[in-house]
């Protein structure tokens, strides 16, 4: 099926550097969203973006809706143990509340592993 | 804690026979999701409801799948004669403005 283009696919980094990931389509997506799971568990909602060129923050993590529409990155500030994991992008063609709101697209993740 | 509960966690069962996940999303929410993860992968959408109705179903939904939501709450997912093909994280959420996902159950078939 249709996949989002993530990029890097692994990332090894000391405690406190920066990091930064994304996710690039040839089609519009209309909502981005950016996921981290842990092993064995679901992904978690870190950050929801609703509108082309749109800069949103959860904490140390900030995320930018492309204003083509194509892309989106997540950017992961003064990291910490805790941050490793995978990350994942997540694109919906459709409207958020249409009807077919849920059926995301997702990128292949990646893999954060962060050194102390 | 996303509210969204899933059981079992996990499933190791022979080849041949049959499996049943539940799915009890967010109470509040009548959207909810079917997703099969595997590994190496990003989720993969399988089949949505809207209340107790069954909106779409992915090409991933063989015939050996189905899915109910009889009450408009609880889902259950129940893939019939199991192959191999068929281990993997199937994964449920709710929505609305994001989906929030359960925490999976790992199906491993033998």
């Known amino acids: 099926g249709q996949q989002l283009n993530q990029s890097p696919q692994s990332m090894f980094i000391q405690e406190g550097e920066d990091v930064s990931m994304n996710c690039t389509s040839s089609?519009?997506?209309?909502?981005w969203l950016w996921y981290k799971q842990d092993p064995g568990e679901g992904p978690v909602l870190l950050i929801a973006l609703y509108k082309a060129g749109e800069l949103t923050s959860n904490g140390r993590l900030t995320a930018q809706f492309g204003i083509t529409r194509k892309d989106s990155f997540l950017n992961i500030s003064a990291s910490i143990p805790s941050d490793v994991g995978i990350y994942f992008c997540?694109?919906?063609?459709?409207?958020?509340?249409?009807?077919?709101?849920?059926?995301?697209?997702f990128g292949q993740g990646t893999i954060l592993t962060v050194h102390p | 804690d996303t509210g969204v509960s899933q059981d079992p966690r996990h499933k190791i069962t022979k080849r041949g026979q049959n499996v049943t996940f539940r799915c009890d999303p967010i109470?509040?929410?009548?959207?909810l999701y079917w997703y099969r993860q595997t590994l190496g992968q990003g989720p993969e959408f399988l089949t949505y409801f809207q209340n107790e109705a069954q909106l779409e179903k992915s090409r991933l939904l063989s015939d050996r799948f189905s899915a109910e939501r009889p009450k408009g709450s609880f889902s259950t997912l129940e893939i019939q004669r199991t192959e191999q093909g068929d281990s993997a994280m199937y994964l449920c959420a709710s929505d609305p403005r994001g989906l929030f996902f359960g925490e999976g159950s790992r199906l491993t078939v033998l």
């Open positions: 109470s509040e929410h009548n959207r």
């Open positions: 997540a694109g919906l063609q459709g409207n958020a509340g249409g009807t077919s709101y849920g059926k995301l697209t």
């Open positions: 089609s519009i997506f209309n909502t």
